[in-house]
């Protein structure tokens, strides 16, 4: 499973993300295992976790302090569901403690104008929300889409940038156009696809994943949303990064503070290790850097070019 994103800017913040030194500026941190939901795509079967845990507020605090010692950047709360969290709020609290640029990935089941208010009033610059369209979401969330529909407005008003993410296959490909449609009725910043590689043992022609693409690519651009960036290896856009871990650029954090390989691949036995433990490790940050980038080197060593799709 792999990302691409159309927007209507140029220039959105992606070359951020793409330093020459070519070491983590990003880190998703999965502050719950847990979510409500059980989409049926998705790589964690969150909504099946039969021990549920979530991060601690020390915890969290000092997976940061190591993040800031790393010079990331930008952080991604996500989950499961990050809004589940029991103390959700204090954790954005912790997060204000530190310069990190804030961005949120949700079901947007949960987003009212108390977790907009407060979201704002944190500094949260983006919320990357589940979005599969009026056809289809009923398939896929056990929620009700007009409840994530008026959060989207609510994100909006309060100037918070909204990506939707949206995963496609077989099952709804033909239909992208009036999904993102609805979408760019919202005013949503960022048009976001993923293809389900890697879900569940699956495997997907590349030249089917190259035509998805594309596919995506023709819908989001008649609604302007032509610039393109992609962390697909197989495919090309305004900006590329090939892979977000292959190219060293993000770092994935779990519940328990370990760091991991690329989370579409996190049930293949080979990969399942952790790199290393951002709360127990004694190493300096140097130290951490350089485990962190051998271990890409070596997974990606066969000229591999996505874990998940075992290629």
């Known amino acids: 499973m792999c990302l691409v994103s159309f927007s209507k800017i140029e220039s959105y913040g992606a070359l951020e993300k793409v330093c020459p030194s070519r070491t983590p500026s990003w880190c998703y ?7 409500s939901h059980s989409c049926v795509w998705c790589y964690g079967d969150y909504g099946k976790q039969n021990h549920k845990k979530s991060i601690s507020l020390a915890d969290f605090d000092l997976i940061l302090n190591k993040l800031d010692l790393l010079n990331i950047k930008q952080i ?47 500094g949260v610059n983006q919320v990357q929300i589940n979005w599969q369209g009026s056809k289809h979401h009923s398939n896929i ?73 594309n596919l995506a690519k023709h819908a989001a651009s008649k609604l302007g949303y032509k610039y393109i960036l992609s962390y697909d290896p197989l495919y090309k856009g305004d900006v590329s990064v090939s892979c977000p871990q292959r190219s060293n650029v993000l770092i994935f954090v779990d519940v328990e503070g370990n760091v991991r390989n690329c989370l579409s691949c996190s049930k293949i036995d080979k990969y399942k290790l952790p790199i290393l433990n951002l709360l127990n490790t004694k190493l300096i940050p140097d130290e951490m850097l350089n485990r962190y980038l051998l271990n890409n080197k070596y997974v990606f060593s066969n000229n591999i070019q996505c874990l998940a799709r075992g290629r």
Not at 92 to 104: A, D, H, Q, S, V
Not at 173 to 189: K, N, R, S, T
């Open 29 to 35: 941190i999965e502050i719950v295992n847990y979510c």
């Open 141 to 213: 969330h056990n929620d009700n889409l007009q409840n994530v529909i008026a959060g989207i407005k609510l994100l909006r008003k309060a100037d918070i940038q909204v990506v939707t993410n949206t995963t496609i296959g077989v099952y709804n490909i033909m239909d992208l156009q009036g999904v993102f449609e609805e979408a760019a009725a919202l005013d949503v910043d960022r048009l976001r696809v993923w293809e389900i590689a890697g879900v569940n043992g699956s495997t997907i022609k590349e030249e089917e994943i190259i035509n998805w693409f």
């Open 76 to 122: 991604t709360l996500s989950g499961g569901e990050p809004l589940e969290h029991p103390n959700f709020a204090d954790i954005l609290g912790i997060c204000k403690n530190y310069n990190f640029k804030i961005n949120l990935a949700s079901n947007g089941a949960r987003i009212n104008q108390d977790i907009v208010t407060l979201l704002a009033e944190n």
